[in-house]
Protein backbone atom coordinates (compact mmCIF):
# COMPACT_ATOMS: atom_id res chain seq x y z
CA UNK A 1 0.00 0.00 0.00
CA UNK A 2 3.02 2.55 0.55
CA UNK A 3 4.43 1.53 -2.40
CA UNK A 4 1.41 2.47 -4.00
CA UNK A 5 1.08 5.75 -2.29
CA UNK A 6 4.79 6.43 -3.25
CA UNK A 7 4.23 5.66 -7.15
CA UNK A 8 0.83 7.86 -7.39
CA UNK A 9 2.67 11.05 -5.43
CA UNK A 10 5.86 10.57 -8.03
CA UNK A 11 3.35 10.20 -11.19
CA UNK A 12 1.06 13.37 -9.35
CA UNK A 13 4.31 15.35 -8.76
CA UNK A 14 6.04 14.19 -12.53
CA UNK A 15 2.55 15.78 -14.17
CA UNK A 16 2.39 19.13 -12.40
CA UNK A 17 6.10 19.63 -13.49
CA UNK A 18 5.01 18.81 -16.62
CA UNK A 19 2.13 21.18 -17.03
CA UNK A 20 4.25 23.47 -15.42
CA UNK A 21 6.79 23.68 -17.86
CA UNK A 22 3.73 23.95 -20.51
CA UNK A 23 2.43 27.41 -18.91
CA UNK A 24 6.16 28.67 -18.34
CA UNK A 25 6.72 28.11 -22.14
CA UNK A 26 3.81 29.99 -23.33
CA UNK A 27 4.20 32.92 -20.19
CA UNK A 28 7.58 33.22 -21.73
CA UNK A 29 6.67 33.86 -25.33
CA UNK A 30 4.37 36.59 -24.37
CA UNK A 31 6.85 38.55 -21.98
CA UNK A 32 8.46 41.93 -23.19
CA UNK A 33 11.81 41.68 -21.64
CA UNK A 34 12.55 45.74 -21.32
CA UNK A 35 14.54 47.40 -19.28
CA UNK A 36 14.68 51.40 -19.69
CA UNK A 37 17.87 54.38 -18.54
CA UNK A 38 16.78 57.12 -16.69
CA UNK A 39 16.78 59.86 -19.58
CA UNK A 40 14.70 57.93 -21.93
CA UNK A 41 11.23 58.35 -23.77
CA UNK A 42 8.21 55.93 -22.51
CA UNK A 43 4.71 56.13 -23.50
CA UNK A 44 2.69 54.99 -20.51
CA UNK A 45 -0.66 53.32 -19.94
CA UNK A 46 -2.67 55.35 -17.37
CA UNK A 47 -5.03 52.50 -15.53
CA UNK A 48 -8.49 53.64 -14.10
CA UNK A 49 -6.96 53.65 -10.82
CA UNK A 50 -4.29 56.28 -11.50
CA UNK A 51 -6.20 58.47 -13.82
CA UNK A 52 -9.24 60.73 -13.07
CA UNK A 53 -12.91 59.01 -13.58
CA UNK A 54 -14.40 61.70 -15.31
CA UNK A 55 -11.22 62.28 -17.68
CA UNK A 56 -11.62 58.16 -18.52
CA UNK A 57 -13.30 56.95 -21.66
CA UNK A 58 -13.76 54.41 -24.07
CA UNK A 59 -12.51 56.17 -26.63
CA UNK A 60 -9.73 57.69 -24.94
CA UNK A 61 -5.81 57.49 -26.26
CA UNK A 62 -4.64 54.19 -24.14
CA UNK A 63 -0.82 55.67 -24.09
CA UNK A 64 -0.04 58.91 -23.32
CA UNK A 65 3.31 60.70 -23.60
CA UNK A 66 6.05 60.94 -24.44
CA UNK A 67 7.12 61.04 -21.31
CA UNK A 68 11.17 61.04 -19.94
CA UNK A 69 11.93 58.56 -17.20
CA UNK A 70 13.33 60.31 -14.05
CA UNK A 71 14.34 57.11 -11.68
CA UNK A 72 14.11 53.46 -11.73
CA UNK A 73 12.53 52.49 -8.50
CA UNK A 74 14.08 48.29 -8.60
CA UNK A 75 13.38 46.10 -10.89
CA UNK A 76 9.61 46.96 -12.26
CA UNK A 77 9.09 50.26 -11.19
CA UNK A 78 10.02 53.88 -12.59
CA UNK A 79 9.28 57.44 -12.07
CA UNK A 80 8.03 58.98 -15.11
CA UNK A 81 8.20 62.77 -15.71
CA UNK A 82 4.44 63.72 -15.79
CA UNK A 83 2.80 67.13 -15.88
CA UNK A 84 1.91 68.60 -12.92
CA UNK A 85 -1.69 69.23 -13.72
CA UNK A 86 -2.65 65.29 -14.56
CA UNK A 87 -2.88 65.09 -10.81
CA UNK A 88 -1.93 61.15 -10.85
CA UNK A 89 1.45 59.58 -9.23
CA UNK A 90 4.19 59.59 -12.09
CA UNK A 91 5.17 55.77 -10.59
CA UNK A 92 4.60 53.29 -13.21
CA UNK A 93 5.40 49.39 -13.30
CA UNK A 94 7.20 48.81 -16.36
CA UNK A 95 4.22 46.49 -17.62
CA UNK A 96 2.27 50.20 -17.95
CA UNK A 97 5.19 51.82 -20.00
CA UNK A 98 6.12 51.23 -23.70
CA UNK A 99 9.89 52.62 -25.37
CA UNK A 100 9.14 55.87 -27.32
CA UNK A 101 10.07 55.57 -30.82
CA UNK A 102 9.60 58.48 -32.79
CA UNK A 103 10.32 62.19 -32.94
CA UNK A 104 12.46 63.82 -30.58
CA UNK A 105 10.43 65.92 -27.66
CA UNK A 106 11.02 69.17 -28.88
CA UNK A 107 9.76 68.28 -32.27
CA UNK A 108 7.06 66.79 -30.35
CA UNK A 109 5.80 69.83 -28.72
CA UNK A 110 6.63 71.95 -31.78
CA UNK A 111 4.36 69.76 -33.61
CA UNK A 112 1.66 70.07 -31.12
CA UNK A 113 1.95 74.01 -30.72
CA UNK A 114 2.00 73.94 -34.73
CA UNK A 115 -1.00 71.98 -34.60
CA UNK A 116 -2.58 74.31 -31.70
CA UNK A 117 -1.95 77.91 -33.71
CA UNK A 118 -3.69 76.14 -37.03
CA UNK A 119 -6.92 75.16 -35.25
CA UNK A 120 -7.16 78.78 -33.54
CA UNK A 121 -6.70 80.13 -36.89
CA UNK A 122 -9.12 77.62 -38.22
CA UNK A 123 -11.76 79.12 -35.67
CA UNK A 124 -10.87 82.72 -36.05
CA UNK A 125 -11.78 82.45 -39.75
Known amino acids: MADLMKKLHEEIR ?3 EESNAKYKKYV ?3 RRNQSFQEGDLVMVIPTQGKILSNSYSK ?5 IGP ?5 KIGE ?6 LPKYMGIDSTFN ?7 IGESVKEVQQHQTRGQASSKEERMM
Open 14 to 16: LKI
Open 28 to 30: DQK
Open 59 to 63: LSKRK
Open 67 to 71: YKIIK
Open 76 to 81: NAYVVD
Open 94 to 100: ILDLYLY
